[in-house]
Structures are given as structure tokens and as C-alpha cells.
């Protein structure tokens, strides 16, 4: 099998590339591997900032199954969202996208919360 090689560079009417293009080109890639690197940092920021959230919901899940309370609580949910979606607009992300989000994080929530109580359930019954 024979190798691949990349083509020689060239400009889009054919001629080769000027040491111009080749500069830019680096300064190209060296800008991609910076944002590369933020985006790295933030996306290890988002896991940080996630298991904290997750911490939080553990204990939230656990006070909830020891005084009998629902997983679920659609009112304080609504409240997240609407104030969610205010914050993303002055922050010019998408709404859509941070309720989709918020939710997608809750969903997880309310299933561990199902969970504990579950388990808090059967070790009450003697399991
Ligand atoms: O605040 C609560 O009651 C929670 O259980 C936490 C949380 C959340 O993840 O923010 C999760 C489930 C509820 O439906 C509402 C909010």
C-alpha cells in the first residue's frame, strides 16, 4: 500500500504557495492550539464545577429520602430555568441551549435522587 503524502501547498489558482501563506498558516495553527488550550481549561473548569453541583445534589438527595420527600420538584425547577435563561441572554449564549442543559443536568439529579430513596427505602424494610 502506498503511503499517503500531503500535496505541496498551493494558492487556489494552482501556483505554490507564498512564504506570505506560509506564514500565516502558522500563525494559524499556533492560534488554534492556543484556543485549543482555553478550551481545554474551561472544559476541565465544567468537569470541576459539574462534581461540585453533583456533591451538593448527593446530600440534597439524601435529605430528601430521609424526610420522605418527592425526587422531583417541578415548581423550584421552573424557577431555575426562567433565571437560567435570563443569565444566558445577558450573557449572549443561547436560552434554548442553557435550559437544554440545565435539564439534561436535572434529569441526572432526579434519577440519583430516585436511587437513594430507593435504597433508603429497602434498608428501612430490613434489606
Ligand atoms: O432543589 C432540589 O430540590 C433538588 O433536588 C435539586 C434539583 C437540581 O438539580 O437543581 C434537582 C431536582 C429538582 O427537581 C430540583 C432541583
Avoid at 512564504?19 to 498558516?25: F, G, I, L, N, P
Amino acid at each position: 500500500m502506498s503511503e499517503w503524502t500531503p500535496a505541496a501547498p498551493t494558492t487556489a489558482g494552482g501556483e505554490p504557495r507564498s512564504d506570505a501563506a506560509s506564514v500565516s498558516d502558522e500563525a494559524a495553527r499556533e492560534r488554534l492550539l492556543y484556543l485549543r488550550g482555553s478550551i481545554d481549561n474551561l472544559d476541565a473548569a465544567l468537569v470541576h464545577l459539574l462534581a461540585e453541583r453533583f456533591k451538593c445534589t448527593q446530600q440534597v438527595g439524601e435529605l430528601k429520602a430521609r424526610h420522605s420527600l418527592p425526587p422531583a420538584d417541578p415548581a423550584r425547577e421552573a424557577t431555575q430555568i426562567a433565571r437560567l435563561r435570563r443569565l444566558a441572554e445577558d450573557a449572549k449564549l443561547d436560552p434554548a441551549f442553557a435550559e437544554k442543559f440545565l435539564n439534561f443536568i436535572i434529569e441526572e439529579v432526579v434519577r440519583h435522587h430516585k436511587a437513594i430513596a430507593q435504597s433508603a427505602g429497602a434498608e428501612a424494610n430490613g434489606a
